[in-house]
């Protein structure tokens, strides 16, 4: 048999080879179960499929906007991801440069002395020098497609690198719109102190007057200093933390805290937590979810890698060829006659390996068992995360509805017990449990209004994005 006859045998034996190992490969399995057709809580929802856009400008608010803005440009995870990026596309530049042959130069000149005394007799020792050029390529053919499935791991693993990038943005966008509700929600329950502390002041005065004018006894006075003084005790928190939450913003949009701190000093309502979300259906909604599209991603490059690991077993086709000039003298490297050439096609085929590529197969069947775990964990903690985040904005929307009828009616119950105190028909404990249950109230509505806020940017964000207004 010749050898280009046996080299033919040996690529038709190695395809059946592969048509075999391809068709072994499992099928990917994603969802174990199907997700929920609708959430556990829709009193307040509404089904439609949202669109990407910019979900924080529901809550219109400039200075909101302005630190997202900044926050995109110049924090530190998002660049550090955009890195990550750029370093997955020159992965895949690099596998498909396996498509095309290596080629190398080479040039230099060699002088070699023989020794005479490797004979019987002594001879005089020989010397010798020449120049030589030479091209020498190298080219792996991809016969059986393992530098494909090579740049198709890589591409997969470039579409993970993004899905992440955008996980990183959508937690960015997030993080920095609860850290500005709690911000405002800090401020508000400052502003809600000093104008306590300010009526508590005057409260103080008609308890102190009354004592004056012997109607009352000095445990009133005593009573009304404490409730103002512990009133009074509560603001060094909240300063410490509007600092601290504004340092937590200058961190996450990537500037120093002394660049935004008059800005975000000044007190602002908190937005409007009244909205009406729009949820479609649960699958086609989490699919764009940055870590599910980076789970499947994954799954994916790690399928392709079980498909290289199965390529091992089957035969490496490569061409080796140089072509080159040497000669004593450099003037004679471009004769006809000292040109030099070779070439070698090679197929070369592992027929043991002490098992090393089959436990490679196995290695990279479970990192895809792994991945698809992974994916559908993923799933499942989207499905949780969605469903949390409206059960917790349901709750607060009633939660608010209630504290408006509680605090008008706190507010009536402190009118009325100093007026009856005015009048010496009620002790002065009806007024210190009213002003405190109107000062608890208040700050009770303030953080269930940025519970509220807090819930929808967190439905936001499991929902990896907002919504078309116009579409609701």
Known sequence: MRLPHLICLLIATASLCAAKLNAETPRQKYLDKDMPQNWAYNEFFSQNLPTDDYWWKTFDDPCLDSLIAAGVDNNYNVVMAAHRINIAAQAVNSSRAAYFPQLDFSGGWQKARSSGGLGQ????????????????????????????????????????????????????????????????????????????????????????????????????????????????????????????????????????????????????????????????????????????????????????????????????????????????????????QTLTYTVAPTLSWTIFDGMARKAGVVSAREQMEIGIDNYNLTVMNAVEEVDNAIASYTASLKNIAVLEDVIENSNKSRELSLDLYKRGLNPFTDVVNAQLNCLTYENSIIESKGRALSSLISLYEALGGGWDPSQI
Not at 242 to 262: E, F, K
Not at 285 to 310: F, M, N, S, T, W
Not at 321 to 329: C, D, L, M, Q, Y
């Open 121 to 336: 007799h002594i001879m005089d020792a020989t010397t010798a020098d020449r120049f030589a050029l030479g091209l020498n390529m190298n080219w792996e053919i991809d016969l059986f497609g393992k530098i494909t499935q090579k740049v198709k791991a890589s591409k997969k693993a470039y579409d993970a690198s993004q899905a992440e990038y955008a996980g990183v943005m959508t937690a960015l966008c997030a993080n920095i719109a609860k850290s500005y509700i709690t911000l405002r929600m800090y401020q508000a329950e400052y502003r809600v102190a000093q104008e306590h502390i300010l009526s508590q002041g005057k409260i103080l005065k008609i308890a102190e007057a009354r004592h004056e004018a012997g109607l009352a006894s000095m445990l009133d006075v005593t009573q009304a200093k404490t409730l103002y003084y512990s009133t009074q005790a509560s603001v060094p928190g909240l300063e410490a933390a509007i600092h601290s939450t504004i340092n937590s913003i200058a961190t996450l949009t990537g500037v120093y805290p002394d660049s935004i701190y008059a800005a975000l000093n000044i007190p602002k309502l908190l937005p409007d937590h009244r909205q009406i979300i729009p949820i479609g259906v649960p699958a086609q909604l989490l699919r764009r979810r940055p870590d599910i599209v980076e789970a499947e991603c994954q799954l994916a490059q790690y399928a392709a890698q079980l498909g290289i690991a199965k390529k091992d077993f089957l035969p490496t086709l490569s061409l080796d060829a140089s072509i080159g000039t040497a000669a004593r003298e450099a003037g004679d490297l471009f004769k006809k």
